[in-house]
């Protein structure tokens, strides 16, 4: 007897989404099915490209068709859409043209290298297959410039601002804007009208994450992005200094009152491990970031390791997950981006955050 359509799908129903928890069947990821004699082709779509079980989800799909009587061929294609996580609790706030999800990347203190996790996640997510954008919302420190070694003038599209490009991420900041050098002297209303301006006047074309590089601290910035547009989340950097964690704290806590979930908590500069004898030293102390992440409830998105080429790339314009990416610090942004995508997805369906079994 020839397989048929319904026998692939109800084998595939054993296949499930270890975050959504659900089958693949149910939640429409399997987009089609085609059988000719025994080859079976099909096409999953889920909801990032950066999706971190990504493999293993294909594996057990190819598995379970594998085992059905009379297939002789399995062919598993992994696609991706990714969705918004707008929320109802964010109100009537009306979504950015062309972009689905807004990411905020904040630090209760400067220092911790915010900017340079900023644009190696948006990076790292648009090497995993992601459209990305990158807003320099730093205002009085734009340095997304330098770190992508991006010297232009923003253009005009029709009535709106046409974004920078660089290294398939579009970008725009304050830096594009200015003389280099030249200080920005800036009242608080000054600066909720070029935030707003930055998110409705610039021609975002088709962007899965809007990654917003922030402010240090709970100031002007974080308000007026809470006020104008959805955000899908926040991700925190800190380093594992206590000085460090304490503002971190307050950090995690602002995001919190102002309704915008924290997508977890990315642990920078957490040792340095010696090139010669790669002896590992905690300059900065040890856990902090991991055991905050636990006492606030929050995902631990990993450690990135003090490495000078990280620093080097972000004076030469060229980010450490394009210039080393299998260096320890590029896979550990990588992972960090994977999760950051992870969690945006669970988002997008309602679901609760993942919090690794380590920090319960």
């Known amino acids: 007897m020839p397989l048929t359509e319904q026998q692939v799908l109800d084998a595939l129903r ?33 909801t990032t490209p950066a999706c971190p079980v990504k493999d293993q989800l294909r594996d057990q799909a190819h598995a379970a068709i594998a085992a059905l009587p009379g297939a002789t061929d399995v062919d598993v294609t992994m696609t ?7 929320r ?15 990411i905020a990347v904040g630090s209760g203190k400067g220092g911790v290298g915010k900017t340079t996790v900023s644009v190696n996640l948006a990076v790292a997510l648009a090497q995993r297959g992601s459209r990305v954008a990158l807003l320099d919302g730093d205002v009085y420190g734009p340095n997304v410039p330098i ?17 920078a490009e660089k ?22 209303p000054m600066l ?3 935030v707003q301006q930055f998110f409705r006047d610039v021609a975002w074309h088709d962007i899965d994450y809007l990654i917003v590089d922030m402010p240090p601290g709970t100031g002007d910035v974080a308000l007026s992005l809470s006020q104008s547009v959805p955000v899908a989340g926040a991700v925190v950097v800190t380093t594992p200094q206590q000085v460090s964690l304490a ?7 602002m995001y919190e009152k102002l309704n915008i979930p924290v997508l977890g908590l990315v642990e920078n500069m ?12 905690d300059i900065f102390g040890k856990g902090g970031g991991e055991a905050l992440a636990s006492t606030e409830g929050v995902p631990f998105l990993g450690r990135i390791p003090l490495y000078e080429p990280v620093r080097a790339g972000g004076d030469s314009g060229r980010p450490i997950v394009l210039a080393e990416p299998e260096s320890p610090a590029a896979q550990a942004i990588f992972s960090a981006a994977e999760r950051v995508a992870q969690q945006v997805s669970i988002a997008s369906y309602g679901g609760r955050k993942v919090i690794p079994l380590t920090q319960v």
């Open 88 to 102: 109802p609790e964010q109100g009537m706030k009306t979504a950015i043209p062309g972009v689905r999800n807004v």
């Open 270 to 281: 957490s040792h340095f491990a010696c090139p010669s004898c790669h002896h590992e030293s």
């Open 167 to 188: 290294y398939g991420l579009q970008v725009v900041s304050v830096g594009f804007l200015t003389e280099e050098g030249a200080p920005i002297i800036w009242r608080g």
């Open 147 to 163: 770190m992508l070694g991006l010297k232009t003038r923003l253009e005009a599209e029709g009535q709106r601002i046409r974004p």
């Open 192 to 194: 909720h009208g070029a």
């Open 80 to 86: 991706a859409q990714v969705r918004s996580a707008h």
């Open 14 to 46: 054993v296949v499930r989404d270890p975050d959504l928890h659900k089958d693949i069947v149910t939640l429409n990821f399997v987009k089609s099915v085609v059988i000719d004699g025994g080859r079976v082709s099909v096409t999953i779509e889920l």
């Open 247 to 253: 503002d971190t704290a307050r950090a995690i806590r």
